[in-house]
């Protein structure tokens, strides 16, 4: 069997988002809108990056409010304790 005896999901996608778009790419005709694509690629990097940071904060931020309601209910417990 050779290599185009599969064929990708990605394949598939593209096809169902346009598929004109497939049948062209297939056919050996190059898109266009290169720079368009460029553009796409390096707003899609940022958007993840930015994800990610968002992420990371949110973790943070859970931890901190974790840590608050442990010494809340500690200082209750004694408060209790003390009366």
Do not use: P
């Not at 988002?17 to 497939?22: E, L, M, S, V």
């Not at 694509?37 to 990371?56: I, K, P």
């Amino acid at each position: 069997m050779s290599g185009d005896d599969y064929i990708a999901a990605s394949e598939i996608a593209e096809y169902f988002y346009c598929n004109r778009a497939w049948w062209l790419k297939l056919k050996g005709f190059a898109n266009g809108n290169i720079e368009a694509l460029a553009q796409g690629s390096a707003s899609h990097t940022e958007y993840a990056q930015q994800v990610a940071q968002v992420t990371h904060f949110e973790g943070i931020g859970k931890r901190i409010l974790l840590l608050g309601i442990i010494f809340f209910v500690v200082f209750i417990l004694i408060r209790l304790l003390i009366h």
